[in-house]
């Protein structure tokens, strides 16, 4: 009775812990989204952010753990937290990004700079194609209600159609439901 008992709660516990994974945004590295999309094309989301970024932090609080924006985000994008600021290299088309002062306080890394031309601001979104070209970057906090359409936007190619102004008046916000 014990192993039965036993066998049940871990089952159940199993799948809590796999619900509870899926409700979060599924955040992988730069070069993790670059080998994803070298085997499955999809669009890629990358959150630029630093440690000391408070807004950066609240995003991810709020926005980010929005369950509306959690599922758009893990079905249409390879999600990405970039660190603004990592003291690493690496290679991106062929060539080599690095931070030039890595350790120092608020050094930027050069992809970051790259990525964003050269407007460095945090919270930044870059939003790419399957291509790795750059569609878009987009600076500053939003709330969920706000970010839904701009993640539309650019997931379902509606800025190769028609205008922001006119997209974000006509957009049906599952927030309003």
Not at 63 to 80: C, G, L, Q, R, W
Not at 109 to 119: C, D, F, I, V
Not at 130 to 147: H, K, M, N, R, W
């Amino acid at each position: 009775m014990r192993i039965t008992l036993l066998t049940i709660s871990i089952i159940l516990l199993s799948l809590q812990l796999a619900d509870a994974q899926e409700k979060k945004i599924q955040w992988i590295s730069f070069e993790q989204a670059l080998e994803k999309n070298a085997v499955k094309p999809k669009k890629i989301f990358i959150d630029m952010y630093t440690d000391w970024c408070g807004w950066c932090k609240r995003m991810d609080q709020s926005t980010f753990s929005d369950p509306v924006i959690v599922d758009y985000m893990n079905k249409n994008y390879y999600a990405v937290k970039f660190n603004a600021e990592r003291p690493d290299s690496l290679v991106f088309k062929g060539k080599t990004f690095i931070n030039e002062r890595p350790g120092e306080k608020r050094s930027p890394h050069n992809l970051a700079a790259y990525l964003l031309n050269g407007k460095l601001s945090y919270p930044s979104f870059v939003f790419m194609n399957t291509d790795l070209s750059v569609i878009t970057t987009v600076p500053g906090y939003y709330e969920a209600s706000q970010f839904e359409p701009i993640l539309h936007y650019f997931g379902d190619e509606a800025w190769k159609k028609t205008n922001w102004e006119t997209f974000s008046k006509d957009f049906k916000s599952s927030f309003t439901k």
